[in-house]
């Protein structure tokens, strides 16, 4: 999150506040970050593209206020290994007939 433009003197506040008040803040964190998993799904939300990354940066500094999110996480990820082996599972049905995959790498391209 530092590499985002947040100033070093604030980056080690909230730091020194995670790492201090973990106890005090947990409820609070845990539903924010509840809250983003389940906001996340939606391509409206600010967080799709940072979220992982502000997981990491609180675990860093306090990992007991992420440890409810990992059977979620699990999920995701589970979630994400049935999607890839599905295209790949596609992506060999298609060399098989057709001899090629043009069609479907411009469709996916980050999984191909």
Known sequence: MQSQGVSS???ILAGAVFEECANHIKEYVE?????????VKSSKSKWRD????????????APSLIIHLIPKLKDELL??????NDITF??????????????L???CPPFV
């Open 79 to 84: 979630v994400l290994y049935r999607l890839h």
């Open 90 to 103: 596609l992506r060999n049905l298609f060399y098989f007939f057709w001899g090629q995959v043009p069609v």
């Open 9 to 11: 003197p604030a980056y």
């Open 50 to 61: 940072s979220y992982h990354d502000l997981i990491f940066e609180i675990y860093i500094r």
């Open 31 to 39: 539903a924010f970050l509840t809250s983003i998993l389940s906001e």
């Open 105 to 107: 790498i411009s469709i």
